[in-house]
């Protein structure tokens, strides 16, 4: 039986690390997507790189793995960040993720969407 719901997927262009989500997520599919993007960190050996998230297919979460985001975020905040940028159309979805994510706030984001559009603002800032 799968016990993670949500699906991610993770790819690495330079410096910048492209996460594409799909699906409602439960705390292990956000563990699954939080840890896929810690191994993309630490295999950039201690290079600043940049997030661009695609959260067009992402239909919600629960309240654990919005938990499990919180705790990813707060770690973040301490990693070699340039800058996040989200691909999503929902304002909804955005305002759950700011009000049960805070430690975004610390983080240089911007909203696209398109990830074209995204792509090119993380490239301009690197």
Known sequence: MKLEHGDVSI??????IIIR??????????K???DGIKDAVANLQDKSF???INNLEFQGATPEAY?????YNIWLNKQKLIAKAMVI????????????SPS???????????????????????
């Open 67 to 71: 938990q499990e985001l919180e705790n």
């Open 11 to 16: 790819e690495v262009q330079g410096n910048i």
């Open 104 to 126: 975004r706030a610390a983080q240089q984001t911007k909203n696209f969407d398109k990830e074209q559009d995204a792509m090119h603002w993380l490239q301009n800032l690197n």
């Open 21 to 30: 989500t799909a699906g409602a997520f439960n705390e292990y599919g956000a």
């Open 89 to 100: 159309t929902s304002s909804i979805t955005l305002d759950v993720i700011d009000k049960l």
């Open 50 to 52: 940049s997030l661009l």
């Open 32 to 34: 699954k997507y939080t």
